[in-house]
């Protein structure tokens, strides 16, 4: 079984930047697909960042290319999602997803892949 907590969310001006974490259980940390998602208001979850164990490059929503930055430290089981450039169509519950295989699968877009979620943290961007 795989926990995740976020934390990092808050409030911020338009223009400015976050920086959240995802921290997780489990000694095989290092062999997981994760990713970051979103859900606002009244909208479907949403794919933002993946970052798979081994080979392949980070994966982005075209939306946030250029403005968010997905990393890990494996030492430390937790993933980043730097953001720069807030905007306000940013704002939105953004979960923490693993999914065991690390390997790149062509279906990483989708919810249903990941095994496990956090609980989410809260990301509001005022204009």
């Known amino acids: 079984q795989v926990q995740l907590v976020e934390s990092g969310g808050g409030l911020v001006q338009a223009g400015g930047s976050l920086r959240l974490s995802c921290a997780a259980s489990g000694r095989t940390f290092s062999s997981y697909t994760m990713a970051w998602f979103r859900q606002a208001p009244g909208k479907e979850r949403e794919f933002v960042a993946a970052i798979f164990s081994i080979g392949d490059i980070p994966r982005y929503v075209d939306a946030v290319k250029g403005r968010f930055t997905i990393s890990r430290d494996n030492a430390k089981n937790t993933v980043y999602l730097q953001m720069e450039s807030l905007k306000a169509e940013d704002t939105a519950v953004y979960y923490c997803?693993?999914?065991?295989?690390?390997?790149?699968?062509?279906?990483?877009?989708?919810?249903?892949?990941?095994?496990?979620w956090g609980q989410g943290t809260q990301v509001t961007v005022s204009s």
């Open positions: 997803a693993a999914h065991e295989n690390g390997y790149y699968s062509s279906v990483y877009k989708n919810p249903t892949y990941y095994n496990y």
